[in-house]
């Protein structure tokens, strides 16, 4: 079974100061990648994703994050945080459709960051 | 407008009772989950289902049962088997035809076991 780690329980950060936020996963094979944020209050929704192509993926807000596959890990980056970037991160995996059958589109997430940006 | 609507938002329950939680979305999505968000744990699938009258165990799914007689609506119970019952409880939709990967998320309902 897939597992997601994410190293950082809760990261403090000042404005403009520099992200990354790590997460490593544990499947030896094909796998799509994905970080969802959830703004407090608001419900959780896709940041960016990774199916495959270009292992630099940019997302919404000016995330990125980028797909080392030797390493199993996607990081999600950003150069300059705002205080509006204060949320709570998940990275989460999904084994390719081609190696679950095509019929698997369960995710496993993370136990989650929480940014917390200060103005 | 288009979504995901649970209900009810905030329950109690006394130990020992059965209680049924709501999903229903618009979207005409395929696919539905229930997940349980609990602090520093993540979120955690309880039960999936890909198409009507069908539908999986995830990691957790021991004390939950859930249906799925209409593409729209896909309850979760909570039983009195469950051992930890009060948590947050997160019902999503998604695409399966040219699945992107995006799931859509409800504004959750939060379960108290007094």
């Known amino acids: 079974a897939q597992s997601v780690s994410q190293h950082n329980h809760h990261v403090i950060l000042s404005e403009a100061a520099s992200l990354e936020l790590g997460c490593n996963y544990s499947y030896g094979g094909t796998v799509n990648l994905f970080w969802y944020v959830q703004y407090p209050g608001q419900h959780l929704q896709l940041l960016l994703k990774y199916f495959s192509g270009d292992p630099l993926v940019k997302g919404i807000k000016g995330f990125e994050a980028e797909f080392i596959k030797s390493k199993f890990s996607f990081n999600l980056r950003k150069p300059s945080v705002q205080w509006s970037d204060t949320a709570e991160y998940f990275c989460?995996?999904?084994?390719?459709?081609?190696?679950?059958?095509?019929?698997?589109?369960?995710?496993?997430f993370g136990k989650g960051t929480l940014l917390t940006v200060n103005p | 407008d288009g979504g995901i609507t649970q209900s009810p938002k905030y329950l109690f329950r006394k130990e020992g009772q059965n209680v049924t939680l709501s999903c229903e979305q618009n979207?005409?999505?395929?696919?539905m989950y229930w997940y349980r968000q609990d602090p520093g744990q993540g979120l955690r699938l309880i039960y999936y289902?890909?198409?009507?009258?069908?539908?999986q165990k995830g990691d957790i799914a021991e004390g939950y049962s859930v249906s799925r007689e209409k593409k729209e609506s896909f309850p979760l119970t909570v039983t009195s088997a469950q051992k930890n019952p009060t948590a947050f409880y997160l019902c999503?939709?998604?695409?399966?035809?040219?699945?992107?990967?995006?799931?859509?998320f409800g504004e959750g309902s939060r379960l108290t076991v007094l």
């Open positions: 999503a939709s998604s695409w399966t035809g040219g699945w992107t990967g995006e799931l859509f």
């Open positions: 289902s890909q198409i009507v009258n069908d539908f």
């Open positions: 989460a995996v999904m084994r390719d459709k081609k190696n679950s059958g095509g019929s698997n589109y369960k995710l496993t």
């Open positions: 979207l005409n999505h395929d696919a």
